[in-house]
Structures are given as C-alpha cells and as structure tokens.
C-alpha cells in the first residue's frame, strides 16, 4: 500500500527545544559536537554515532550511506571500511566529502563538511584488533559493492575464512582500513516552534581558529 501523497505533504514535527545561540556553543566545534553526542547518548538515541556520508564520483555523481563514527578529536573525525567499496573509490577520486548526524529524539543535526583522507595502517590495525571477531571474518569474506550471486556466495566464503583463522589471530586486510574527515565547515541545527530553526556555522578560519555565524532557517 502506498503512502498517500496528501498524508506526506500534512506529516509535520513541531519542535519546541530551548534556543540555541551564538553564546550557547564553545569556541571548538569539536568540543561543542561532543557536548551534543554526550547528551545524544544520555538521551539514549537509537546508535548515536551514526552518520550519513555523503561522496561524489569523478563524473559528479553524488551517493551517500549511513556509516559509524569510531572516533573523534581535534583533526577530524573518524570512521572504517572497505577501501575497494564504492565510497572507498569515490573518496580516492575526489575526496571532498560530507557528513550528516540526525538526533531526532533532541531535534537536532550536525551537518560536516570537508576532506577524507585515509588513516594510518597503524590506527586501522589497532582499530581492527579491537573488533569482535565475527566482524574481522566479515570484513575479509565479503568483496563490498561488488555484485554477487546470492548470499550463499558470501555465507562459503565467511565459513571458509572462519575455518582457515580457528583459534588464530586475524590479520587485518591490506583493502580494508580507516578514514578521517577533516572538518572545513560544520553546522549545529537545533529545531524550533515554527519552523524557525537555530542554525549555527562553523567556518575555518586557519589552522587553529573558527569564525562562528548564524543562518537563517
């Protein structure tokens, strides 16, 4: 059954969370966006660290997906996958990249812009030790975005993969590893009665400063 396309112009959230001001963020966004996480996670939003990223192909092709944040700090922030999948090729041919947080149990976004780089094999081989064996096995058995059969193709693969590292440590794939997004632009959207919302800008101003401005909803 379809969705009514009356039922979906009339779908409407009023939002009625406390102002959100020029005066209210941090002078860091990053701190600032952990301010904001942190109370995500109080909150008990559904994965909180969930994030869409959006990426473009040589030919100006836009794609996004969600992916988990794994980190964050001063540089950027942090998140891991296959290097050979489709976003991993996109990044590698133009890597300007976006990023988007949805916390709608606060009304809240955080909108990213900037550059991906790849991590280093150090960071990712930390990173992939730390994870729980059944996604070390997944992550070598499945050839990401790329066209198959039918699951039982991968579900072989999985089981040979698990049989051949039984009782052994698993090495992290060379294809497979971390990213960091290097903020340029990131936005806090906090949603207000009548729609109109709070929408706070951070702009680099050079390495180590930001210019904070207002948009208008």
Do not use: C
């Amino acid at each position: 059954m379809s969705v009514e396309k009356q039922t979906l112009e009339n779908l409407r959230q009023e939002y009625s969370a406390e102002k959100l001001t020029v005066k209210d963020v941090t002078k860091d966004p990053i701190k600032q966006f952990g301010h904001w996480l942190k109370e995500a996670m109080e909150a008990g939003v559904i994965e909180p660290n969930a994030m869409t990223l959006a990426t473009t192909s040589i030919d100006r092709k836009p794609s996004a997906r969600i992916v988990l944040l794994k980190g964050y700090e001063e540089r950027g922030f942090m998140f891991y996958t296959n290097y050979l999948s489709a976003k991993g090729k996109e990044m590698a041919k133009n890597p300007v990249v976006a990023l988007v947080f949805h916390w709608a149990e606060l009304g809240r976004q955080v909108r990213i812009e900037g550059t991906v780089e790849k991590l280093s094999k150090e960071e990712s081989e930390r990173y992939f030790q730390s994870r729980p064996i059944k996604s070390q096995l997944g992550a070598i058995a499945s050839p990401q975005s790329q066209v198959i059969e039918n699951m039982d193709e991968i579900e072989k693969i999985w089981s040979e993969t698990e049989a051949r590292y039984d009782n052994k440590s698993i090495p992290k794939p060379a294809f497979w590893g971390g990213y960091l997004v290097k903020p340029q632009v990131i936005e806090f959207w906090q949603g207000r009665p009548s729609r109109l919302h709070d929408r706070i800008v951070y702009k680099k101003a050079d390495k180590k400063t930001w210019k904070i401005v207002r948009l208008a909803p």
